[in-house]
T-cell receptor, first 113, second 114 residues
Framework: NAGVTQTPKFQVLKTGQSMTLQCAQD?????MYWYRQDPGMGLRLIYY???????DKGEVPNGYNVSRLNKREFSLRLESAAPSQTSVYFC????????????FGDGTRLSIL | AQKITQTQPGMFVQEKEAVTLDCTYD???????LFWYKQPSSGEMIFLIY??????QNATEGRYSLNFQKARKSANLVISASQLGDSAMYFC???????????FGKGTRLSVIA
């Protein structure tokens, strides 16, 4: 029962470096999401993909790009990392009707020096 | 735009007592869903309970119940018989109809005292 798998779990980058966070789900869900969690801010939506082949911006998309590679995988890319992107990143997926919850991965803790 | 407000940054409760975590929301959509998640210190997000805007009865899941007051736009989480393992961050979230993403509140940190 893997659910939503995120890699890596931890990463330290230098300012200006690039990185891709990987996310895969094995629940055959149509929708996938990327959030960031900062202290005192809750979870804020970066990008989401309502279905394979579509992506949309969320509340805080600047500095990020996403790719819905196939139905299972949804990656988040930081092209030029900045200290303000230090955060915990969560991937989530959802299937079925609107009353179904989003299922979350365990998160990626990213530090930008 | 949707908005979720959790006004209690932190709460303390004695073990075996009940506790209510507040959540108010703002939306103009007639159809929406409200969710509560628990985040223990280990960091994972655990789904607890769901309430639909058209549901006639308050949702319950074991020791968790949702006190849904539609006219007041509130969806408070009630945890009965608190346990030490209930110590965690709790997030209220809302979704408009369909597959739109959840919008989260800033969370309430609950500490259960022995």
């Amino acid at each position: 029962n893997a659910g939503v798998t995120q890699t890596p779990k931890f990463q330290v980058l230098k300012t200006g470096q690039s990185m891709t966070l990987q996310c895969a789900q094995d629940m055959n869900h149509n929708s996938m999401y990327w959030y960031r969690q900062d202290p005192g801010m809750g979870l804020r939506l970066i990008y989401y993909s309502a279905s394979e082949g579509t992506t949309d911006k969320g509340e805080v998309p600047n500095g990020y790009n996403v790719s819905r590679l196939n139905k299972r995988e949804f990656s988040l890319r930081l092209e030029s990392a900045a200290p303000s992107q230090t955060s915990v990143y969560f991937c989530a997926s959802k299937g079925g009707a609107g009353n179904q919850p989003q299922h979350f991965g365990d998160g990626t803790r990213l530090s930008i020096l | 735009a949707q908005k979720i407000t959790q006004t209690q940054p932190g709460m303390f409760v004695q073990e075996k007592e009940a506790v209510t975590l507040d959540c108010t929301y703002d939306t103009s959509d007639p159809s929406y869903g409200l969710f509560w998640y628990k985040q223990p210190s280990s960091g994972e997000m655990i789904f607890l309970i769901y309430q639909g805007s058209y549901d006639q009865q308050n949702a319950t899941e074991g020791r968790y119940s949702l006190n849904f007051q539609k006219a007041r736009k509130s969806a408070n989480l009630v945890i009965s018989a608190s346990q030490l393992g209930d110590s965690a961050m709790y997030f209220c979230a809302m979704r408009r109809s369909g597959n739109t993403p959840l919008v989260f509140g800033k969370g309430t940190r609950l500490s259960v005292i022995a």
